[in-house]
């Protein structure tokens, strides 16, 4: 049976939920047997999918394309796409027309946008007063990299760990059903989730968050070179890849394939 928003929000203190960020058909319909509860298809795909140093170069049509993929593939997980660099921070009615057309040529069941600020606190009340649910992003926000200084673990300072407590009741306010904490200490993550509402997902945010998401394409052990702290690896998929194309190229090579059962 698919997700709705009120199954995802009664997870809270009953379940732990399990996220996933990954971006094409087949992968998300491997993920829909597994049965796990949030799909995002997160701007990462710059990174992941593009080779991009940041989410910075993902456009809107990117993420539509993505999505739509991802939405024909799945029956039961709650989708989530997340509105990308520069589609909803130029005005209020250009970002609403952007997760208006998110919504309307995807079929997603939400829009994660990322940092709190005016700005985004009245476009998210907006949004979900026109019936677009919203999920929030708070700690390491990968559209802010220039800003950040890298990808570092955000909120080690006093002032700035009380920056993003009090932002997190913000945006739990404004009417955001569900929130990423990304890369901060797991006593700061740990507070949050106390003392909100609602859900409260972790990725590098400690083992006290309502729920963990994780790139598909990290678990998987796809790209050996890229390992941070808060990834851990369920397979080694680059070896296996690899073994895979080697094996086809000696059967070419050695005239093997195709044999008798290949034609």
């Not at 950040?148 to 059903?177: H, M, P, S, T, V």
């Not at 945010?205 to 052990?221: K, N």
């Not at 369920?234 to 073994?243: A, H, P, Q, R, V």
């Amino acid at each position: 049976m698919k997700k709705t928003i009120n199954d995802i929000i009664s997870l809270k203190g009953n379940k732990k939920i399990v996220m996933l960020s990954l971006y094409e058909y087949y992968f998300a319909r491997i993920a829909d047997m597994a049965d796990i509860d949030i799909i995002l298809v997160g701007d990462s795909m710059g990174n992941v999918l593009y080779g991009y140093d940041t989410t910075l170069p993902v456009s809107l049509d990117m993420v539509i394309n993505h999505g739509a993929a991802v939405v024909r593939a799945v029956e039961k997980p709650f989708i989530v796409i997340d509105m990308p660099f520069l589609t909803y921070q130029v005005s209020i009615e250009k970002a609403i027309e952007n997760a208006g057309l998110i919504m309307q040529k995807t079929g997603a069941d939400a829009v994660k946008i990322e940092t709190c600020n005016e700005h985004n606190l009245e476009l998210i009340r907006r949004l979900v007063e026109i019936g677009i649910p919203v999920m929030g992003h708070l700690g390491l926000t990968p559209q802010s990299i220039n800003m950040l200084g890298g990808y570092r673990k955000q909120g080690k300072k006093e002032k700035d760990a009380a920056r993003i407590f009090n932002d997190a009741l913000a945006l739990q306010e404004a009417g955001c059903f569900s929130l990423v904490l990304e890369n901060i200490s797991y006593t700061l993550g740990k507070k949050i989730t106390e003392k909100l509402e609602i859900p409260v997902i972790g990725i590098g945010a400690g083992p006290y968050t309502d729920g963990q998401v994780l790139v598909l394409h990290d678990i998987l052990g796809i790209d050996l070179r890229f390992k941070p702290k808060f990834v851990k690896r369920y397979d080694n998929f680059e070896d296996k890849i690899l073994n895979a194309i080697r094996a086809y190229k000696l059967d070419v090579e050695n005239g093997v394939f195709p044999d008798k059962d290949n034609y």
